[in-house]
């Protein structure tokens, strides 16, 4: 739920550095009454605006922290934007600057779907304790299903953590949305390949038949990140092949085969931190977004930063929908546009799954 209006042309056409000198402006007026968070993905002139920047995980826990500020503008996309209302203040408001920037990851687990689907998954497993474990990259009202039903939030660096977590208190977990997420942390507990099954909201029963989901210890949503699934093994044994020694990272929406290949696997700010701590004169191929890779080419001009496909530029174009004339027109309009709100009634169940999220690092 959120107000917003198209925005006017000419922030659309307004130029570079006087969008700069304006931004920074509200910034110096308006001190700590505000607070910029950017994501690691976030176009390359929005990053250094922020007084925050970091992965989801890092910026849902600098919004539940805030004291100060009244204004906390999101600059990512919309569940992350979501999230930080739902953990901040009632007072304090929360902004989207460009309230198109959604996550089609999320957008493959609707409630209704996940509701008819628990349905389906209880009365085969009427004698069994499920745990639902929602990936941040999800809706309020999935966060909230799973807050009402002894269930989780979690990020990519701390999803095995949650499966642990849900395993003390059940039998089996139910995940959403991202399967890749949800099998690479399955194979970092060790659970076995036949212990895990595959959820299709649009197949009867998920797709599977009624003794496999009996036995299954995890059942993962059909759902993966466009940009993730494009690394393939074959681009890691190509880079290697290229440049022998080379150092390979990949964010854990990867496939598991992709992720097995490769030196290390992680959040973005743990590929940030790997890449920082990489001895001078590395040579370091990533599998995630393409403008953290860049920034970090720039950071880092002493090692060799690659893009792991060395193709494809595997750009998140929601994340890429936020412009300087975006986060301008709706510092111009605090207050009035782009303000990010969750339902009362969902916000309840979503609250309690993010607050066991924060507790579980
Ligand atoms: S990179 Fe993937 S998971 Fe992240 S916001 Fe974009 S589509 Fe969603």
Known sequence: ????????????????????????????????????????????????LGDYTGDSYYLSKVAANEKEAQH??????????????????????VYLPNPLAGCPMADMAEIDDVLSSWKELKSVLSDSKV???????????????????????????NAHKAFEWGFK????????PDEHLGKNSCNRLKIPADEIIIWDPKK??????LEKIRNAKVILWKGYCHVHINFTPEHVKK?????????????PECSEETVALADASGSTNFIVNYVTEAPSGSV????????????LADMFPDKKILE???????????????????????????????????DPEVKQGALLALERMLELN
Do not use: W
């Open 72 to 93: 906390i503008i999101f600059c990512g996309v919309h569940f992350m934007a979501e999230s930080a209302r739902i953990l901040c203040r009632p007072e304090q408001i």
């Open 131 to 157: 745990i639902p474990i929602s990936y941040m990259n999800s809706a309020a009202s999935l966060k909230a299903f799973c807050g009402d039903n002894d269930g989780v939030v979690c990020t990519s660096s």
């Open 284 to 295: 370091i191929a990533i599998g995630t977004e393409i403008n953290l890779i860049s920034r």
């Open 169 to 176: 208190r059940g039998q089996k977990i139910f995940f959403f």
């Open 308 to 342: 792991l496909t060395g193709q494809t530029c595997p750009m998140c174009v929601n994340m890429f929908r936020t412009t300087l004339g975006d986060l301008l027109y709706t510092l111009d309009n605090l207050g009035k546009v782009n303000i990010i709100e969750v």
């Open 204 to 209: 009867e029963n998920g797709g599977n038949e």
């Open 239 to 251: 880079i290697r092949e290229q440049y022998p020694g080379a150092l390979v990272v990949v964010h």
């Open 1 to 48: 739920m959120q107000t917003y209006s198209v925005v006017p042309r000419e922030y659309k056409t307004v130029n570079e550095a006087e969008a700069i000198s304006r931004i920074k402006e509200h910034k110096r007026n308006l001190g700590k009454q505000m607070v910029i968070l950017t994501h690691h993905y976030q176009r390359k002139e929005l990053v250094p």
